[in-house]
């Protein structure tokens, strides 16, 4: 599996820190953090929208996300601030991504899809609570062009536990469902669908999972406009989107993966160190202090602990952990004990959160007392 998104709620930018502006409007053309940038095929290009790029947040709220391919087919939602979905900064890898709550947010643009006899879409997306859909299969959609007759649609669907998806064409009895080998939960992943004449392909983290032939030739029956996160007959996907790229032809195999490449650099290799640990806690034990603290953004691969007998330090590594909260032992009773905490990843530490101290003291490790309470 792929790697693991933060989960932390931390929606929207731009409206902290902008006092007295009840509205503002950020346009965030560069963000900071992204990985080496590979290349993509530009033959077919037709749609690209990352996060990261031409991202327009107005408030809290994304009212325009710009196309990257040079075709100007941005996606944005203007008919209520209810619809709009959010920005999630750090969302992965150290990249942001488009947040749909599953209730009423989503995107449209424009890109006429009927008789099209090839495409490709790629996607990576995380589903944030475990959806499905039911029968005609294109409810909660991720992405999805809508039907002006029966077995029309285009659609896209990550869930947690399956990949929902199909080229329409009219043909019926015509909706692919691939179910994973175990739920991915909260994680993103990269969808690459493609519909190459009569045979329908279907990608998963660089892996074909799913191929069907005698489909019909070419695209029908959808209408122009596409949605991001909502599906038919208004249902919509709780997820997060961090990039959609859509060829108006079949990738070959050789460009499809220097599409998942530049993905795989961008979204699931380790470029930068976590964020610092927040709100620490030390609580008092016989000869041991309690530490827990609140998750990092980014990876984590584990939480360092560090210890000095003097506040400031220089600290020495104590131990370290997975989990949020962890027990530092062979403390001497009486002396005061000063900690920071870091989140570690391959790329490097955190820096240092806020520092906390506490006294250990014999008889005091089933009394929850923290160290101010002394003071
Ligand atoms: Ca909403």
């Known amino acids: ?85 959010a920005l999630v900064p750090n969302a992965i890898n150290g990249l942001p991504a488009v947040h749909f709550d599953g209730i009423n947010d989503y ?101 074909r999972v799913q191929a069907q032939g005698g489909k019909l030739q070419r695209i029908a029956a959808c209408i122009n406009t596409a949605n991001i996160g909502r599906g038919y007959q208004n249902t919509f996907y709780n997820g997060r989107v961090a990039e959609l790229i859509i060829y108006t032809k079949a990738l070959s195999d050789t460009e499809r993966q220097q599409v998942e490449q530049y993905l795989i650099g961008r979204y699931f290799s380790v470029n930068q160190p976590p964020t610092a640990p927040t709100n620490p806690r030390a609580t008092s034990g016989d000869g041991s202090v309690l530490l827990s603290w609140d998750a990092s953004s980014g990876q984590v691969s584990s939480y360092r602990v560090y210890q000095s007998l003097t506040a400031g330090g220089p600290y020495t590594l104590a131990t370290s952990t997975t989990a949020l909260s962890v027990r530092v032992t062979g403390l001497t009773n009486g002396t005061r004990y000063y900690f920071v905490i870091r989140a570690y990843n391959p790329a490097g530490e955190s820096p240092n959160s806020q520092e906390v101290s506490a006294v250990p003291e014999s008889g005091v490790s089933l009394r929850a007392r923290s160290w101010y309470e002394y003071e």
């Open 1 to 85: 599996m792929l790697g693991k998104g933060n989960e932390r709620k931390q929606i929207g930018r731009g409206s902290g820190g902008q006092v007295g502006i009840a509205a503002c409007v950020v346009v965030l053309a560069v963000w900071a953090g992204a990985g080496a940038q590979a290349q993509i095929p530009t033959d077919g290009l037709a749609v690209w929208l990352k996060a990261d790029a031409g991202v327009t947040v107005t408030g809290t709220s994304v009212t325009r996300w710009a196309d990257q391919s040079g075709n100007s087919r941005d996606a944005s939602q203007t008919l209520n601030t209810l619809f709009q979905p």
């Open 107 to 207: 995107l449209s643009f424009v890109l006429p899809v009927n008789n099209l006899s090839s495409m490709t879409i790629c996607m990576v997306a995380a589903n944030m609570s475990n959806q499905t859909s039911a029968s005609p299969y294109c409810r909660n959609a991720a992405l999805f062009w809508n039907e002006t007759a029966s077995w029309g649609t285009v659609y896209v669907i990550p869930f947690q536990g399956s990949v929902m998806w199909r080229f329409g064409t009219t043909q019926t009895n015509n909706w692919p469902t691939y179910t994973r080998p175990a739920s991915i939960g909260t994680s993103y992943s990269i969808t690459i669908t493609r519909k190459d004449g009569t045979t329908d392909t279907l990608y998963v983290n660089r892996v």
